[in-house]
């Protein structure tokens, strides 16, 4: 009985060795595939990532009929995922001066000094007619990944933090 277990499990283990070694193996994703180099050393360095993700606070066309107002920035936080390439995102918490006004967040690409700044700020319809109350809101904006260098951040002039791509 006991051999007929030991054999079984060999069985399992070689069985499942025997199909890993058939699975296809897995090819460079074409976002890391340089054109120019063939052999097995490639040099990742060169290849261009994107660098702006959707942004849902992005200003829109209709807010130039709109009064333009503060973003009260309490906190922020920098999340840096350990991947390849590298994703940022950054976690936004303040308030909105009413509930009726529209948060707009402006990311620039970044400069020759890799500074990306970013404008946050709020628009309100002057038509409308709102409760006078503060509304709190709390956001995670994707920035998606960038090339190879030290990065700073800064929202309405003011250094938040630094990141190496």
Known sequence: MRFFGTLTILFILSACSIMQSSAPQSE??????????????????????????????????????????????????LNIMESYPIQIS?????????????????????????????????VLDPEVMCAQVIKPIEITIPMGSFPSGHYSIWINGSLIGNFDS
């Open 28 to 77: 460079t994703p074409s976002i890391l595939k340089t054109q120019d180099s063939p052999d097995s050393d490639k040099d990742y360095s060169m290849v261009e990532f994107p660098t702006s993700m959707p942004n849902a606070y992005s200003p829109q066309s209709s807010d130039s009929t709109k009064i333009r107002s503060l973003f009260m920035l309490d906190s922020y936080n």
């Open 90 to 122: 950054l976690d936004l918490s303040g308030s909105l001066p009413t509930p009726c006004h529209e948060l707009r967040i402006e990311i620039s690409q970044p400069d020759q000094q890799y500074q990306i700044q970013i404008e946050a700020y709020s």
